[in-house]
């Protein structure tokens, strides 16, 4: 499941966005973005191995942690086109998708 584009993520405007984490309270093993109404797991992010760099977007898992209790929302943003999961605290869009262009 998840947001893989706009259409996909649109349906959760309005809705209450949260970014929760799973596992070790000091390093969990997971951080997902998650609509609370639907209960649906928009994005998620395991946490990296040593071996393995973060995805450094802003749906990797160290960006998303820096995220967790944050308040998110959903939002549209008509005129440039997108839907966006936006962090109402940092002013930072975790997750954002364009319309597709006719």
């Not at 966005?17 to 998650?34: H, K, L, Q, R, W």
């Not at 797991?41 to 820096?66: C, F, I, K, M, Q």
Request: one cysteine or more.
């Amino acid at each position: 499941m998840g947001a893989h584009n706009h259409a996909d993520l649109a349906v959760h405007i309005g809705h209450r966005i949260e970014c929760a984490t799973y596992g070790d309270d000091i390093e969990p093993a997971n951080v997902a973005v998650e609509c609370i109404d639907c209960s649906v797991v928009l994005r998620d992010a395991d946490r990296p191995g040593d071996e393995a760099p973060d995805d450094p977007t802003p749906s990797g898992y160290w960006n998303l942690l820096d995220h967790a209790g944050h308040w998110l929302a959903c939002i549209s943003r008509p005129s440039a086109r997108t839907v966006a999961v936006s962090c109402r605290r940092c002013g930072l869009d975790l997750l954002a998708f364009a319309r597709a262009t006719d």
